[in-house]
């Protein structure tokens, strides 16, 4: 009878669900920047990015390190270190949100109505 194979749920949802909040928020800048040619895959998408300056390549070369464990959690999910990537993931997952959401102005920022309605309120407050 073959070993049985033991999956650690909570790390494989936290890492999925951390992930897909990631890769929403990059299809959203590629198709802000780029319109409807913005509608690819997160590969392309952040390639897309970065070539056009709007990601730091840090930020890009962190996204892709964070999409390998997402996938070895998904594909490998009986791995035995699992639970200890969760708050790795976690973090990093966050220190690219952080990083997303304060892009420089010439930047596509995850937030961009959130930008544009604090520049507009910084033009009101100075007039």
Same mark, same amino acid.
């Given at each position: 009878m073959p070993d049985r194979v033991t999956v650690d749920a909570d790390s494989l949802v936290t890492i999925v669900s951390e992930w897909v909040d990631l890769e929403r928020r990059v299809l959203e800048a590629a198709?802000?920047?780029f319109g409807e040619k913005g509608r690819t895959s997160f590969a392309g998408a952040l390639n897309a990015l =970065?070539? &056009?300056?709007?990601?730091?390549?840090?930020?890009a070369e962190a996204l892709r390190g964070l999409h390998s464990l997402r996938n070895?959690?998904?594909y490998a999910p009986d791995d035995k270190a =699992?639970? &200890?990537r969760v708050p790795h993931f976690r973090s990093m997952s966050q220190a690219?949100?952080?990083?997303?959401d304060r892009a420089r102005p010439e930047q596509v920022t995850m937030t961009g109505e959130l930008?544009?309605?604090s520049v507009d309120r910084g033009r009101d407050a100075a007039a």
């Open positions: 198709r802000e920047r =970065l070539e &056009a300056g709007s990601v730091s390549p840090a930020t070895l959690a998904v =699992l639970a &200890a690219m949100r952080w990083s997303l930008f544009r309605r």
